[in-house]
């Protein structure tokens, strides 16, 4: 899913949580995430793949995602600060 449609998203289950009056949302603890034993594992597979280390001072990582759908390969880049 494109991080463009996130903010509409989170902005559509805010309204539905507060028209069912659910309860709040607990904070979403990003490195939590991050360390977890799945993403772990895909990104150890990742760095299995990868030539060269970035330098430890890099700023920024890209990532290209190759898509085939239909015969059609489509690549996404997203580009984010570590």
Do not use: C, W, Y
């Amino acid at each position: 899913m494109s991080p463009r449609f996130l903010p509409v998203i989170a902005k559509a289950a805010r309204k539905l949580n507060n028209e069912q009056d659910g309860p709040a949302p607990e904070h979403f603890d990003a490195a939590g995430a991050m360390q977890s034993p799945p993403r772990g594992k895909l990104l150890d597979a990742i760095g299995e793949l990868l030539l060269d280390r970035a330098p430890a001072n890099t700023e920024f990582v890209a990532v290209t995602k190759r898509l085939l759908f239909m015969r059609n390969i489509r690549s996404l880049s997203e580009i984010g600060r570590r």
